[in-house]
């Protein structure tokens, strides 16, 4: 069986790949984006009846001998199973969104440490580095994606965080 050829009118060439750019910047949006949704996200999330909170520490650091211009952003994530004797060990962080709301910065974590000290066993602390070189005293929302049991993905936010510095 032959295959029939049709060919469009050149004039119609713009128009349609006019509407496929359209199509694909609003009908191919993913149905989640932790900064699209942010106002989904809760500040707080309860695993198995535990009750995880987050504080977020955003800064840069300037100390003599490192990088000129001060370092990237960094962020560390301190999280806490609220009333628990530790922290549970089906629980991660595996991800994390900072955004300005003009510019988002997306990446893994690079360390953890569990618990976050001897007496603390309820506190984890997640650390990321190598972000982009906001200015200090930028405002800046946190999203961390957590894994339960390395399958279920909850997120939880923290708001309003400021930039810091070390000197």
Do not use: H, Q
Not at 31 to 46: C, G, Q, R, W
Not at 81 to 109: K, Q
Not at 150 to 164: P, R
Request: a neutral charge; one cysteine or more; charged letters at 25%.
């Amino acid at each position: 069986m032959g295959r029939v050829k049709r060919d469009l009118p050149a004039s119609i060439l713009p128009a349609l790949v006019i509407l496929l750019a359209l199509a694909g910047a609003t009908g191919c949006r993913s149905p989640f984006s932790p900064i699209d949704d942010l106002e989904n996200i809760p500040e707080a999330v309860v695993i198995e009846g535990t009750k995880i909170t987050m504080k977020a520490f955003l800064y840069r650091d300037f100390m003599p001998g490192g990088e000129p211009g001060g370092s990237p952003l960094m962020a560390g994530i301190e999280l806490t199973a609220e009333g628990a004797s530790r922290f549970p060990d089906n629980v991660a962080a595996d991800r994390l969104w900072v955004t300005n709301r003009t510019d988002t910065w997306e990446t893994g974590f690079e360390s953890e440490i569990r618990p976050k000290s001897p007496g603390e066993p309820n506190k984890i602390e997640v650390v990321a580095r190598g972000g982009p070189k906001w200015e200090i005293g930028t405002k800046a929302d946190v999203v961390v994606r957590l894994r339960v049991n390395g399958k279920l993905s909850l997120f939880i936010k923290s708001l309003n965080n400021e930039v810091g510095a070390v000197y």
